[in-house]
């Protein structure tokens, strides 16, 4: 487990935009908006999304391995990122915890989505000064 200041996680629970970045086949990179939320105790990051969207083809073409990703937020001077192993979760009870998280953080339920996923980032590097 990766050790945190109190002021990094804090920054993980405010209510931040984040950017994913996921890559092409071609290897080149696709970086689209997200929100994010951080367990850290876990070493997970997640981000809902739909099963048809490119960053879930993106990820799932990576196999049981994952894909190497980053998500990244700003805020000023303060910044972030995490930066791990994505796999694409179907499993009702996870994406209902990812859907749970996002709520909280965001101060807002996501709409209903019957092909929403969940995109587990299993975090190996943080930086930032967030």
Not at 66 to 86: F, H, K, N, S
Not at 88 to 93: A, W
Request: hydrophobic share 35%; proline share 5%; with cysteine.
């Amino acid at each position: 487990m990766v050790k945190h200041s109190e002021r990094y996680l804090e920054f993980w629970r405010e209510r931040h935009l984040c950017t994913l970045t996921t890559l092409r086949p071609d290897g080149s990179p696709h970086v689209v908006p997200v929100g994010v939320t951080y367990d850290a105790e876990a070493g997970l990051a997640r981000v809902i999304t739909s099963g048809t969207s490119a960053k879930a083809r993106h990820v799932g073409a990576a196999g049981a391995e994952g894909a190497r990703v980053a998500v990244c937020q700003v805020d000023g001077r303060r910044w972030a990122t995490l930066e791990g192993r994505a796999r694409v979760r179907t499993e009702p009870d996870r994406v209902a915890e990812a859907v749970r998280r996002y709520a909280e953080r965001y101060q807002r339920t996501p709409r209903p989505n019957p092909a929403r996923v969940v995109l587990e980032i299993e975090v190996e590097r943080t930086l930032g000064n967030g």
